[in-house]
């Protein structure tokens, strides 16, 4: 069984979330970050919402997966597949089976410890040739730490790019660029730019799987820090920014109401119709996407899109 490496200890990820929910209610406008919709019930509901028929990225991101994974495994010829935020491991299968031919050794690294064990436990019965060495860690905070070795080829899928600021996204970059040696490599997931309906319906569904995603936040903070959100009394809007080109979820508030967070000691008043921030998930056209990697010092190597041109996933390298 693959032991697993921590620099998070569940006290760290307690510290945060008080850190982030303080810093956010008493924020005008309000916001909460994406990070902390991914408890057990959060998680499933994001699966859910990767087999709705309005949300394409997933099934994009698989196809073009599919049809490139040996040609990322040969111009890659990586040893180390390190995964961020190691996913359903679905799309790492199909990685590892496309670098099966070089690859020893894969690192899935991801907040969630359970998840994470879990995760590496079924990967190593079926690549038992593999040595498997998953890291618990906050990647935007551990990068450094995270274990050097020969042609690593760096994951980073799904679009998770796109819940960063732009300003976030070039530090989170730099420092990535920061660890990696001259034969590394990044592969990385992005959404594109398309007709605003069809982005605000895929953050928008018919059933309301989405909307209930978006109030499990409130769910995980009324736990984790007793607060009494009455999560009924908030409603999801998905909006289009065109300008920052990117989608915004928000919770609005449906009349004036009180929330007490008793961990925090804290009282907060949201106005009826108030809108408080909870992602942004922004999507890249080519040059933006290419000005964010030379920002960091990164040039972007390789860019594969579905037919569609729906989404992309880009080599990118130091
Ligand atoms: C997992 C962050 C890529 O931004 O599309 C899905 C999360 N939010 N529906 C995204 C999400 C609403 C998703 N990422």
């Not at 697993?4 to 200890?9: E, H, N, P, R």
């Not at 990586?78 to 990685?95: I, M, P, V």
């Not at 109030?215 to 009455?230: K, P």
């Not at 942004?280 to 030379?294: C, G, L, N, T």
């Amino acid at each position: 069984m693959p032991t697993t490496k921590s620099f998070l200890t569940p006290d760290d990820l307690g510290k945060s979330l008080r850190q982030d929910v303080a810093d956010g209610l008493t924020a005008f406008p309000k916001t909460l970050p994406p990070k902390w919709f991914y408890d057990e019930r959060g998680s499933e509901l994001f699966e859910e919402i990767t087999r709705l028929e309005e949300y394409y990225p997933t099934r994009r991101e698989r196809a073009i997966l599919t049809e490139r994974a040996a040609e990322i495994a040969s111009v890659t010829g990586a040893r180390t597949l390190l995964e961020l935020g190691a996913g359903s491991g679905e799309k790492t299968r199909l990685l590892l089976d496309a670098l099966g031919g070089t690859l020893g050794t894969y690192v899935p690294v991801d907040v969630s410890g359970d998840f994470l064990a879990t995760a590496a436990e079924q990967i190593a019965t079926e690549y038992p040739a593999l040595s498997i060495q998953p890291i618990v860690a906050d990647y935007e905070r551990h990068l450094d730490q995270l274990p050097a070795g020969e042609r690593r080829l760096i994951a980073f899928l799904g679009g998770t790019i796109g819940n960063m600021e732009p300003d976030e996204r070039v530090s989170f970059l730099g420092g990535l660029r920061a660890t990696m040696a001259e034969d590394d490599a990044l592969l990385i997931g992005a959404d594109l730019v398309k007709a605003p309906q069809r982005l605000v319906r895929a953050y928008d569904d018919a059933r309301g799987v989405t909307a209930e995603f978006n109030r499990n936040v409130l769910h995980v903070i009324n736990r984790e820090l007793g607060a009494d959100f009455a999560v009924s009394r908030f409603s999801h809007v998905a909006v289009w920014d065109g300008t920052e080109e990117r989608i915004e979820m928000r919770l609005r508030s449906t009349q004036a109401q009180t929330v007490r967070v008793a961990a925090l000691d804290l009282v907060v008043e949201f106005a009826a119709g108030e809108e408080m921030r909870t992602e942004i998930s922004a999507k890249f056209r080519r040059e933006r996407f290419e000005a964010s990697m030379e920002a960091a010092g990164l040039r972007v190597d390789q860019w594969w899109t579905d037919k569609d041109q729906d989404f992309v996933l880009s080599l990118v390298r130091p």
